[in-house]
């Protein structure tokens, strides 16, 4: 029998479900692959340098066994299909130090960090000026779309003379397009004949080529 | 020589040092300290460690970044 220190990485999903029953859990898988456990406590709940298994924070549970060296490999391979556990790692130590024995501390599980705090502060406060600025242009549209159907409302009985005002205007507006587009037209057409002056030799040697 | 013994001077950042913590993975600060703002582990030249503490100190890293509990890169 050999003394190993395990270390092991757990779920927090997992553990806010109960500490209790999961402690057991991860405990039978090491009992019935043939550990003795001498201590086992929970060392610490902090944010993970990286995510695993889409996890940024988790719970370290530290555990001193007493095993065969040849039930490692099958602890190892229980541990890997337990659930709850995310990582593990089982070493060799010459004895359980006395730091081991003392008692675990109490933590709250998900304790906010001051940099995630300011993270999330500064996500949330854009994400709720994006709303809010959402929120006025909506209401600005509702109140335009309100101004405009009060004042049709109001001017019902003079709907025809508006309408003609408007007539109006668009028959305007389609004169002085007209007339842009005869300005055009006009330009277009000088441009074609001093383009047909210049494509008038090319067409000459066409048909000179052609008559060939 | 005397330009050479100074050359050596110069990039001996550290003399010869013992290890201050113990070299534990789970002495998660001051293994940051003997890390890089890059999360990389200093050399011998910085730390001033004897061969067997350094490799001390690599294996204690590399099962830090393993659990978590030190960035690989950044």
Not at chain 1, 145 to 174: F, I, K, N, R, Y
Not at chain 2, 59 to 69: N, S
């Amino acid at each position: 029998m050999k003394t190993y220190e395990a270390m092991l990485l757990l779920d927090n999903r997992e553990v806010k479900k109960g500490w209790a029953p999961l402690k057991e859990q991860v405990d039978a898988v090491l009992r019935k692959n043939g550990a003795e456990i001498v201590v086992a406590k929970r060392w610490d709940e902090r944010k993970l340098a990286f995510e695993i298994k889409k996890q940024r924070r988790a719970t370290y549970y530290l555990a001193y066994l007493k095993a065969d060296p040849e039930s490692v490999s099958t602890i190892r391979h229980a541990l890997a299909l337990t659930g709850p556990v995310l990582r593990h790692l089982i070493l060799t130590c010459e004895e359980v130090p006395s730091e081991a024995y003392e008692p675990e501390r109490e933590f709250e599980i998900d304790k906010p960090d001051p940099e995630e705090t300011t993270d999330t502060a500064k996500d949330g406060g854009a994400k709720d000026g994006g709303a809010e600025g959402g929120a006025d242009v909506a209401s600005d549209a509702l109140a335009a779309d309100g101004g405009t159907g009060a004042e049709a409302t109001e001017s019902g009985d003079s709907t025809p003379a508006a309408t003609e005002s408007d007539d109006a205007v668009a028959t305007d507006a389609v004169a002085t397009d007209a007339e842009a587009t005869d300005a055009v037209a006009t330009d277009a057409e000088a441009t074609d004949a001093e383009a047909t002056d210049g494509e008038s030799t090319g067409d000459d040697a066409t048909t000179d080529k052609e008559g060939e | 020589m005397a330009a050479f013994r100074n050359f050596k001077n110069f990039t001996r950042d550290a003399k010869k040092t013992r290890p201050e913590e113990s070299l534990d993975y789970k002495n998660v600060n001051y293994l940051q300290q003997l890390m890089s703002p890059q999360h990389r582990i200093l050399s011998r030249k910085r730390t001033g460690f004897t061969g067997r503490h350094q490799r001390q100190l690599m294996r204690a890293i590399k099962q830090a970044r393993f659990l978590a509990l030190v960035a690989y890169t950044s």
